[in-house]
């Protein structure tokens, strides 16, 4: 089991940057891949951003140059730094974890959710 609570979220003016977090507790030590995914009203919800156990980033092209998401291990917890908002980036952003080896046998597809933190940018 791990929880994931996200932080961070209000109300910006576009182009003003926010940092997003989500402490991430319980089975750490089982915790991979991380992400942002993000849903707008009226939209389905999409991946953001991904990033590995060792750093590896993985962008939407949507944020990419904007955005960036970095992780600390050592205290849990993952960040979304967001740069230069766009009215378009309003939405409910959600932290996903993957679930793996040794709380789950290899090759097992098992990942966690926030609750979510709201984004709503002003024009």
């Known amino acids: 089991q791990i929880d994931l609570v996200e932080s961070g979220g209000g109300l910006v003016q576009a182009g003003g940057s926010l940092r997003l977090s989500c402490a991430a507790s319980?089975?750490?030590?089982?915790?991979?891949?991380m992400g942002w995914y993000r849903q707008a009203p009226d939209k389905e919800r999409e991946l953001v951003a991904t990033?590995?156990?060792?750093?590896?980033?993985n962008y939407a092209d949507s944020v990419k140059g904007r955005f960036t998401i970095s992780r600390d291990n050592d205290k849990n917890t993952l960040y979304l730094q967001m740069n230069s908002l766009k009215p378009e980036d309003t939405a409910v952003y959600y932290c996903?974890?993957?679930?793996?080896?040794?709380?789950?046998?290899?090759?097992?597809?098992?990942?966690?959710w926030g609750k979510g933190t709201l984004v709503t940018v002003s024009s």
């Open positions: 996903n974890s993957d679930y793996v080896p040794p709380c789950v046998p290899e090759s097992y597809d098992m990942n966690y």
């Open positions: 319980g089975d750490t030590m089982c915790i991979g891949t």
């Open positions: 990033i590995t156990s060792g750093g590896s980033a």
